[in-house]
């Protein structure tokens, strides 16, 4: 079909997520047809470099073999049955490998197929822990500001980004919000590391004060990421851990964009050893096939839920473990594997941190922020007095438009240019991935 043709039906049918559709109907747009390893092809047959990950799902390139393999293989068998009262061969197999590359005192899986429901099965179990035990008044979450976990309503009320949240609130739960741990502007006005975590004392005085009423402490895994991925300083997931802890309150951490990889360890928890009572995950976990996500927990929160049928946990979704999708993440995992893709990172993660050193000497750079293979670029524009650019000027989307002429396909943050590319891609594709996105935010920012 003809690009234009396929602009109109866009145009008179769709309805594009997060995005302000008066804006996207006002230029011609970029409609992919194909892709191959880390570049995604247009109709007319150009070629992007991938450099956000087709929104942070793909890890090892598209269209590999591997996966195609697995999925047509399965097809042969079945596409879809239920998990409701039965099992699927895939299923099985899928929990049993994700036990085992998660952390040992997580056991059990409970399948949904996106980060947003994984999430919410995070802390409907979370509160059902409580009361399966007979404990009532636990009703609240602590969570940060900042934070993102979703667009479902649950995932809404523990999240904290106010553009996407504050419309919503009058329909949300309540949930106690504790600082984010956004260094480049600190809500409290001080500078790590002389501030002794003052953000994570913040958190500790809220358990404190409602101890009997926590039902646990949600947060994402070392980068809040969708806030313009804010790196926690050191010390505090470590931190996090130590207060659940402390207080015996489960701690809720959703690794669903930094899993699988993407910080340069399986898990971002990994990096503090602070590991979670319940993990949320999602993106990667299919390389982007098929739409997959998973909430794996201790054999003691699970346990609260057996005996009488009061204690079921009444939650699933009709596409929970579906065979396909756990087919391909069977694929996708083993490819950690033959590929050595956590072994082959470090140079890259060391190459994107000399360009951030450049692009922080940049005049309108305000802040730049890494974890392993995933960076966010803060565009200000005044850098001595950290202002923002004013919304209206969508700097960010600017410099998008800018990279995709030069064969580039990112997604900004707001003014948080944003790096997470496939994990599989090479040196000299990444050297060209962050001249294109150096190139376009002097000429953007600088004229
Ligand atoms: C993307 C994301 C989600 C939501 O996942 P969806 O599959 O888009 O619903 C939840 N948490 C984090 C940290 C995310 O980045």
């Given at each position: 079909m003809e690009y234009q043709e396929l602009v109109e039906k866009d145009f008179n049918h769709l309805w594009h997520p997060f995005t302000q559709m008066s804006d996207f109907t006002s230029r011609p747009p970029l409609i992919i047809e194909g892709g191959k390893g880390i570049y995604l092809i247009d109709t007319q047959g150009n070629r992007y470099i991938d450099g956000v990950s087709s929104l942070w799902v793909n890890l090892h390139g598209h269209r590999r073999p591997e996966i195609d393999q697995a999925i047509m293989a399965q097809l042969g068998r079945i596409a879809h049955s239920t998990m409701l009262g039965m099992a699927n061969v895939p299923a099985i197999l899928l929990a049993e490998k994700l036990v085992q590359v998660t952390p040992p005192n997580l056991t059990r899986v409970f399948f949904s197929d996106n980060g947003s429901t994984a999430m919410e099965i995070a802390l409907k179990m979370a509160y059902q822990y409580w009361t399966n035990r007979?404990?009532?008044?636990?009703?609240r979450f602590v969570s940060l500001k900042n934070a993102y976990h979703g667009d479902t309503l649950g995932a809404v009320s523990v999240g904290g980004i106010d553009l996407f949240h504050s419309v919503y609130r009058p329909l949300l739960f309540p949930a106690y919000h504790a600082p984010s741990p956004y260094c480049y502007r600190c809500s409290l006005e001080k500078s790590y590391p002389a501030c002794a975590l003052a953000c994570l004392e913040e958190l500790e005085k809220i358990v404190e004060s409602h101890r009997n009423e926590i039902i646990a402490i949600v947060s994402e895994s070392a980068v809040q990421g969708a806030a313009g991925m804010i790196v926690m300083p050191q010390g505090y997931m470590r931190g996090l851990r130590e207060i659940a802890d402390r207080y015996g309150v489960p701690l809720i951490l959703d690794e669903?964009?930094?899993?699988?990889?993407?910080?340069?360890?399986?898990?971002?928890?990994e990096h503090e050893k602070a590991w979670p009572d319940i993990m949320a995950i999602s993106k990667g976990i299919t390389n982007g096939y098929l739409p997959l996500a998973a909430t794996i927990t201790t054999e003691e929160i699970y346990s609260s839920f057996l005996g009488d049928y009061t204690k079921t946990f009444y939650h699933g979704h009709s596409y929970t473990g579906n065979p396909l999708a756990c087919a391909a993440a069977l694929a996708n995992l083993e490819i950690f594997e033959k590929d050595r893709t956590l072994e082959n990172l470090p140079p890259k993660i060391r190459l994107l941190s000399q360009w951030l050193d450049r692009f922080a000497e940049l005049e309108h750079v305000g802040n730049v922020r890494q974890k392993g293979l995933v960076a966010g670029i803060e565009l200000v524009k005044d850098k001595g007095t950290k202002e923002p650019y004013p919304r209206e000027e969508s700097v960010g989307f600017q410099v998008i438009y800018k990279a995709r002429e030069k064969g580039v396909a990112i997604r900004p943050l707001g003014d948080v240019m944003v790096v997470m590319p496939p994990l599989v891609i090479s040196l000299e594709e990444l050297d060209r991935l962050l001249e294109v996105m150096y190139e376009c935010v002097k000429v953007v920012t600088e004229g």
């Open positions: 007979g404990i009532g008044g636990r009703t669903v964009a930094m899993g699988f990889g993407r910080t340069g360890k399986m898990w971002a928890f």
